[in-house]
Structure formats: C-alpha cells, structure tokens
C-alpha cells in the first residue's frame, strides 16, 4: 500500500525527532533477515533506548536533513535500518553488533557520533562506551581513591606501632 504525502511527512517528523534527541546513530542493512528476527531486534532495542525503524532512504535523507547525522546520507543505499541512541551513546551499537554476532544477515553500514561519520568497522569502539552509570562508577573510583589510600597510610602507623610491641613482647617472653 503507498503511503499518502502526509504519512510520509509523519515519518520524516518522527525519524527527525528521534535523530535530533539521539546521542548517535547506527544504520545497518537487513536485508534476508525474517520477520522473527526482525521482531527479536526491535523488541532488545526497545529494552536499551533505541529508536530503531526501517524507513524508506529517500524519506530517511530528509528526516535527517539538519541534524548532527546528516554525514549518513551517503550511506542511506539499499535496505537500511535506522538506530538512534537515546539514553546511552553506545546502546544502538551495541544492540546491533550482538544481534549481528548470531544473525549473519545484518551487516553495519555505518555510524556516527557527534556528527562524524565512522566506519563499519569501527563499530566496536562505540559498542565499547561505558553506560552513564559505568562512567559514573569509573568517576567515583577515581574520586576516592586518594582518600582510600590516605585512610591506609593512618591505618598503617598503629599496626606497625602494635606488631613493634608484640614482637618485643614475645622477645622478653622467650627470654624470661
């Protein structure tokens, strides 16, 4: 069934939206995937804050139009699958690159961040991103550990005072 002007026009909205609030963007091919795989994609996309749609490249071109991924229209060619991060930057990447590890019909494109364009294969980089509370924890180790280590340097002062005095206690021990 073709889509009538104002439905195309509600895509390119939605998709624009998406991209303008995304913090990156994966596209892949998924072409000679099943409807099953489809629905297991967008279902494990759903639960990681990713806008995942397949949109028409002609209409994906405009939607991007204007936003921080407009660098991915050269890629936009055959059947595409749009990815955009919402909470977390890596989320999309890491999504697709897991389902592609046991589907070896989908096949990255290409991704961006910050309004560069990567490659394909360096899909693995942006997987690799820390959650928000990954950062936050790795902040946090780094933040305490100064007074982690100060606490144990007091700590150490009377241990060592106290094994002192056990060890010249157990000397006049042995010599009485």
Do not use: W
């Not at 073709?2 to 026009?9: F, N, R, S």
């Not at 890596?90 to 690159?97: D, F, Q, S």
């Not at 592609?100 to 989908?106: R, V």
Request: net charge positive; glycine share 6%; proline share 3%.
């Amino acid at each position: 069934m073709a889509l009538g002007l104002e439905d195309k026009k509600a895509i390119v909205a939605g998709v624009n939206e998406a991209a303008q609030n995304a913090l990156s963007a994966v596209i892949a091919d998924y072409h000679g995937l099943t409807v099953e795989q489809m629905t297991t994609l967008r279902s494990e996309a759903r639960k990681n804050g990713v806008y995942l749609k397949v949109v028409r490249n002609t209409l994906a071109k405009r939607a991007v139009e204007g936003t921080d991924y407009e660098c991915l229209k050269e890629a936009l060619v055959g059947p595409t699958i749009l990815a955009f991060s919402q909470e977390d930057p890596g989320a999309a990447a890491r999504v697709l690159k897991d389902f592609a590890k046991e589907n070896d019909a989908l096949e990255v494109k290409a991704l961006s961040i910050g309004g560069k364009l990567l490659g394909a294969e360096q899909i693995d980089v942006l997987a690799k991103m820390p959650t928000l509370d990954q950062a936050r924890a790795m902040l946090m180790s780094v933040m305490i550990a100064p007074v982690t280590k100060l606490v144990r340097t007091f700590n150490e002062f009377p241990a060592k005072i106290t094994r002192a005095v056990a060890a010249v206690a157990d000397e006049k021990k042995k010599a009485a």
